[in-house]
């Protein structure tokens, strides 16, 4: 299995400040780094998703960093808005197609 | 399309009792799974199939939980007899096939809303 570990657990950022969100693998053979975003009563949905033979992706104010030589891949939220409140989460491939996904990282966007 | 499709949204029940959550993938799809979210352990993958037949299920915690994809359409997760640590929210996701070998894993997976389950 592969495995992936997220930081912060929780993120309290005010509006218009940057949300960064941090995730470490552990193993290389991922070709794939996505992240999940989760309202309340909702499932969870892809947000972004990146290849890793590019070092950056973004869209719109989120954009996805990815340092193949740390094992870490980060999700960052530009101009953070009250509306990304939400449970991050990012993921890593298991055998088939199905993944893994880091335990969660709550954001809360003050106003 | 309509998304996935989970019921019931909330079950509430007595430990000892049988559950049973459903689940309709979006048309086309080849690929279900099963995932449990609770505070604690996360999401957690139990079971997913592929084409109808269970791929790895070594996510089920014990055999008092089953799954089954009698067709293309239709999964069901059974928790037979339920224990009040098995309150948690199930997930059901579905996804398709990425396409040709040498393209890479798309990994994205369509979630329904949940059925949240409480047993007392």
């Known amino acids: 299995q592969q495995q992936v570990k997220q930081s912060p657990q929780s993120l309290i950022v005010q509006k218009g400040g940057i949300s960064i969100i941090n995730c470490a693998y552990e193993n290389t053979a991922f070709d794939y780094f996505p992240w999940y975003q989760q309202f309340p009563g909702k499932g969870p949905a892809l947000l972004i998703a990146?290849?890793?033979?590019?070092s950056e992706k973004k869209e719109g104010r989120f954009t996805i960093s990815f340092n193949k030589s740390a094992k870490q891949f980060s999700l960052h939220i530009m101009d953070s808005q009250p509306g990304d409140s939400a449970t991050y989460f990012c993921a890593g491939p298991r055998a088939g197609y199905a993944l893994n996904f880091g335990k969660g990282t709550s954001l809360l966007v003050t106003p | 399309d309509a998304g996935v499709i989970q019921s019931p949204r909330h079950e509430v029940t007595e430990m000892g009792q049988e559950v049973t959550l459903r689940c309709k993938p979006i048309s086309g799809h080849d690929y279900l799974f099963w995932y449990r979210q609770t505070m604690m352990r996360g999401l957690e993958l139990l079971i997913y199939?592929?084409?109808?037949?269970?791929?790895?299920d070594s996510g089920m915690p014990e055999d008092r939980f089953s799954a089954k994809m009698p067709n293309a359409s239709f999964s069901t997760l059974k928790i037979q007899p339920s224990e009040p640590r098995d309150s948690a929210v199930y997930f059901c996701a579905s996804s398709s096939t990425p396409g040709l070998a040498g393209e890479y894993n798309t990994g994205e997976l369509f979630f329904g809303e949940g059925s949240r389950l409480t047993v007392l």
């Open positions: 199939f592929n084409n109808n037949v269970p791929i790895d």
């Open positions: 990146i290849r890793p033979d590019v």
